[in-house]
Nanobody, 126 residues
Framework: QVQLAESGGGSVQAGGSLRLSCEADGYTMSHNCMAWFRQAPGKAREGVASIFTYGGITNYVDNVKGRFTISTDNAKKTVYLEMNNLKPEDTAMYYC???????????????????WGQGTQVTVSS
């Protein structure tokens, strides 16, 4: 059984940084797709970044490009989201997601994912 557990959220001021982690217990890290999503109160969930775990191919949505970096440590079965220059509009619950089977070309911060974590809150104050 796959379980995803996020950590690292918190409250920061605008311009600050946070690093989120997601441990993927029971998940096959190689040749698969993992992503970070977020959902702000009253808004739809949106994909933020994705990574294909073989080769580290990454994709980002436009409003986080240059500020966020997704990466993995396959040996630790962990995916990270490094967030720099945070803005108040980044405030949201952040979720880790993983897909059961995926090709590299299918890996993007959107679409269907099979496994989800419980989320970690990120709050950015102005």
């Amino acid at each position: 059984q796959v379980q995803l557990a996020e950590s690292g959220g918190g409250s920061v001021q605008a311009g600050g940084s946070l690093r989120l982690s997601c441990e993927a217990d029971g998940y096959t890290m190689s040749h698969n797709c993992m992503a970070w999503f977020r959902q702000a109160p009253g808004k739809a969930r949106e994909g933020v970044a994705s990574i294909f775990t073989y080769g580290g191919i990454t994709n980002y949505v436009d409003n986080v490009k240059g500020r966020f970096t997704i990466s993995t440590d396959n040996a630790k079965k962990t995916v990270y989201l490094e967030m720099n220059n945070l803005k108040p509009e980044d405030t949201a619950m952040y979720y880790c997601a993983a897909r059961r089977d995926s090709a590299a070309w299918q890996c993007a911060p959107g679409g269907d994912f099979n496994y989800w974590g419980q989320g970690t809150q990120v709050t950015v104050s102005s």
